[in-house]
């Protein structure tokens, strides 16, 4: 009769053992499915890419973006060869784009080097920068979530410890600074919205008096995540938005950046084969392509006194 006890024990825990698998490798699943679903629009890249031509006389076609912006090194590489482009020729500070108030217009295709002393602040979007690898020699402050309030109040990891955003770009002396907030900060109203951008926007100015400062704007959405039930915007919010940052923009002395209208389809929505995960984010092709719209609608630096 002992010996039967521990038998009996011994098979117990044996079968509550079995009974937890089914449950645990449902859950496993579950966690793989929901990282898989935040992670596509990482590697969906379904669009060919062909670099923009040149249109200056007697410049030739820039290199396409994957290996002219794949690193600082390859910039660095690049200008050592012979000077047959306007990156070689002619220094950034000489592009001088059409503008229109605040709106900086196309101008002539910047060295990666303009770069160089960037500082990109944002969210999801910008933090897809480093993801990408498209501009490595720039700097990047964003994070996943991240909105007009919390960009102030969520600490992210910084080469100087954990430090907010708007804390971490303390650290830096940037001579130009881009700045992409909005979906994320758009369940506001849109004064309250732009009252919020305002302060950010101050605080940045008054951190970096001397830095040129784009406010870049807000990207359009896919028609499908238009029809959702659950969308937080739709296009003509985010057009409405964005006339109102550039009124921003022109009030406060800084350039706005018309981003969005690359990522605009015929309908103004963003590019279906954009973003077939979520609506919102893009892949690699499209990073690029916003880095060259960049580097074509880049403002005079400040003279040095």
Do not use: C
């Amino acid at each position: 009769m002992s010996n039967d006890i521990p038998v009996t024990r011994r098979r117990s825990h044996k079968k509550r053992g079995s009974d937890l698998l089914p449950i645990l490798t449902l859950t496993f699943a579950a966690v793989l499915l929901s990282l898989g679903i935040a992670g596509v629009w990482q590697v969906l890249d379904p669009v060919d890419y062909i670099p923009p031509a040149s249109s200056s006389p007697g410049v030739t076609d820039p290199p396409p973006a994957s290996e002219s912006d794949s690193s600082q090194a390859a910039s660095a590489a690049s200008s050592s060869q012979s000077p047959s482009s306007s990156e070689a020729s002619s220094p950034a500070s000489e592009s001088v784009p059409a503008s229109s108030g605040a709106q900086v217009g196309e101008g002539e295709w910047v060295a990666s080097s303009y770069f160089d002393d960037a500082l990109f602040i944002g969210d999801s979007i910008t933090d897809g920068i480093k993801i990408y690898d498209v501009m490595s020699n720039a700097t990047v402050l964003a994070d996943t979530g991240v909105n007009l309030n919390s960009i102030f109040t969520k600490k992210i990891e910084t080469p100087n410890g954990e430090k907010t955003i708007v804390e971490a770009s303390k650290d830096y002396d940037p001579g130009k600074i881009y700045l992409l907030m909005g979906i994320n900060s758009m369940l506001s109203q849109e004064d309250e919205f732009i009252a919020s951008y305002e302060r950010l926007v101050d605080e940045l100015i008054a951190q970096h008096p001397d830095s040129i400062l784009y406010i870049q704007s807000i990207l359009p959405v896919t028609a499908a995540y238009e029809a959702k039930a659950n969308a937080v915007t739709d296009n003509a919010t985010i057009d409405a938005y964005n006339e109102r940052l550039k009124e921003l923009a022109e009030e406060k002395g800084v350039y706005y950046l018309n981003v969005a209208e690359i990522f605009k389809d015929e309908t103004g929505a963003l590019y279906a084969e954009a973003s077939p995960a979520d609506g919102i984010h893009f892949g690699a092709t499209w990073y690029r392509k916003w880095f060259d719209y960049l580097r074509t609608h880049a403002a005079e630096p400040v003279p040095a006194e």
